[in-house]
C-alpha cells in the first residue's frame, strides 16, 4: 500500500468549491490512473497517463481535470462538482510494457463527499 | 468486448470452512486475469493475477485460483478462512494486448464467521 500514496484521505466539499487530489507512486512505474468507485458500481475507469501524456479520458465531465506533471505524480483538479461525484477516487499506477509488468498497483484512495 | 460477472454479490463463511468466490469472464483475446481485495476504508490490494502462465495461480493469504478457459471462469479459493478475510473482492480481466483497460467485476463482499 505505500507503493501509490494518495491525500487527502477524505474531502467534504461544496459544490461551488475547488479542490484536488493528489497521487503519488514511488515504483518506478511510467503509467498512471484515475478510477471511480461508487456504491453498488463497478469501478470506472476516468483518465490514463502514460509517460505523462493524458492516453485515455472515458467520457469525464470537464469538471474534473486531470494533471500529470511527471511520472510519479498525478492530480486530479476538481471544481462544480455535483453531488452525485461523491465516491472513492482511486489512483494506480503501473509499468509500460506489456503482458505481467502491466499489473496495476491502487493507493488507498480519497473518500469524496460533496455537499 | 470483455466483460466480468462475479456470480454471488455476497458470500457467508465460517471461520476455518473454505471459500469460494466465483468469477465467470467474457474476452475476445486471451486475457489476463486478476483478484483484487478491498478492506473497509482501504484501496485495491493484489491477490493473485494469472498471465497465461500456469493456470493454477497461487496469491497471497493462502488464496488461489484457477483459470479454467473452457468454462471461462478464474474462481478465488481458500481452503480456510479467516475473521482477516472479511472483504470485498474483485475479478478483473484485461485482455491480451490492451495494455490498460481493464474491466472489473461487480465484486463479492465476503463475511466470516466466528
Known amino acids: 500500500e505505500t507503493g501509490v500514496t494518495q491525500t487527502p484521505r477524505h474531502l467534504v466539499m461544496g459544490m461551488t468549491n475547488k479542490k484536488s487530489l493528489k497521487c503519488e507512486q514511488h515504483?518506478?512505474?511510467?503509467?498512471m490512473y484515475w478510477y471511480k468507485q461508487s456504491a453498488k458500481k463497478p469501478l470506472e475507469l476516468m483518465f490514463v497517463?502514460?509517460?505523462?501524456?493524458?492516453?485515455e479520458n472515458n467520457s469525464v465531465p470537464s469538471r474534473f481535470s486531470p494533471e500529470c506533471p511527471n511520472s510519479s505524480h498525478l492530480f486530479l483538479h476538481l471544481h462544480t462538482l455535483q453531488p452525485e461525484d461523491s465516491a472513492l477516487y482511486l489512483c494506480a499506477s503501473s509499468q509500460v510494457g506489456g503482458g505481467d509488468q502491466e499489473t496495476q498497483y491502487f493507493g488507498p484512495g480519497t473518500r469524496l463527499l460533496v455537499l | 468486448a470483455q466483460s466480468v460477472t462475479q456470480l454471488d454479490s455476497h458470500v457467508s463463511v465460517s471461520e476455518g470452512t473454505p471459500v469460494l468466490l466465483r468469477c465467470n469472464y467474457s474476452?475476445?483475446?486471451?486475457?489476463?486475469l486478476f483478484w483484487y481485495v478491498q478492506h473497509p476504508n482501504k484501496g485495491l490490494q493484489l491477490l493473485l493475477k494469472y498471465t497465461s502462465a500456469a493456470t493454477l495461480v497461487k496469491g497471497i493469504n493462502g488464496f488461489e485460483a484457477e483459470f479454467k478457459k473452457s468454462e471461462t471462469s478464474f474462481h478465488l479459493t481458500k481452503p480456510s478462512a479467516h475473521m482477516s478475510d472479511a472483504a470485498e473482492y474483485f475479478c478483473v480481466v484485461r485482455p491480451s494486448g490492451s495494455a490498460r483497460q481493464l474491466t472489473f467485476g461487480s465484486g463479492t463482499q465476503l463475511t466470516v464467521l466466528p
Open positions: 497517463y502514460n509517460f505523462k501524456e493524458q492516453t
Open positions: 474476452s475476445s483475446y486471451s486475457p489476463s
Open positions: 515504483l518506478g512505474h511510467n503509467a
